[in-house]
């Protein structure tokens, strides 16, 4: 059965960076694409993009280009997402997901990340 | 970008039957899938390709549509189907979400 792991609740401060994680489990992490989804609170879901892990390769949803880096450990099985310059704007919880197709078939649990001074 | 606009709220009884809507600014084939989130938790997958159920989920669950209009029927709904239902879609660049309908039992 696949898993994702991510990790937990992160409190930062306005201007800073943060690195979320995200462990894979129970399917071949490297032909998988994993991909990245940000809740902001009482709002919608909005795609940031996605890393294939068998090659690094990523795209991005282009309003989160220069604001989300993603990165793939294929030792380890783990998703990364690194946001950067951080305001309030991006107080969110952000999930990672595994595609089947092209639908997310798999979700992690979720990672809020607070923005404050 | 493709929005998708569902109804925000829709509030029925217990084995009535409930459809919910989601309507593309331009055409998506049948790229657009279904969650359910309930409070707390992540979505999980309900259906896939417009009309597919993902297992795990019972047959009141239904998808249809194509191209602009995309419908979620629920029948008959029991107490546990309280939650948000998000469309989505995977056919233009980049994939979008619908805002979500919130469905309450009454």
């Not at chain 1, 989300?68 to 294929?74: I, V, Y």
Request: charge should be neutral.
């Amino acid at each position: 059965q696949v898993q994702l792991q991510q990790s937990g609740t992160e409190l930062v401060k306005p201007a800073s960076s943060v690195k979320i994680s995200c462990k894979s489990s129970g399917h071949i992490f490297t032909i998988n694409y994993m991909h990245w989804i940000r809740q902001q609170p009482g709002n919608g879901l909005e795609w940031i993009g996605w890393i294939y892990p068998g090659s690094g390769k990523s795209k991005y949803n282009q309003k989160f280009d220069g604001k989300a880096t993603l990165t793939a450990d294929k030792s380890s099985s783990t998703a990364y997402m690194q946001l950067s310059s951080l305001t309030s704007e991006d107080s969110a919880v952000y999930f990672c997901a595994s595609t089947v197709a092209t639908s997310f078939a798999y979700w992690g649990q979720g990672t809020l990340v607070t923005v404050s001074s | 970008d493709t929005v998708l606009t569902q109804s925000p709220a829709l509030a029925v009884s217990p084995g009535e039957r409930v459809t919910i809507s989601c309507r593309a600014s331009e055409s998506v084939s049948t790229g657009v899938h279904w969650y359910q989130q309930k409070p707390g938790q992540q979505p999980k997958l309900l259906i896939y390709g417009a009309s597919n159920l993902k297992s795990g989920f019972p047959a009141r669950f239904s998808g249809s549509g194509s191209g602009t209009d995309f419908t979620l029927t629920i029948d008959p709904v029991e107490a546990d189907d309280t939650a948000t239902y998000f469309c989505q879609q995977s056919w233009n660049d980049p994939w979008t979400f619908g805002g979500g309908t919130k469905l309450e039992l009454k």
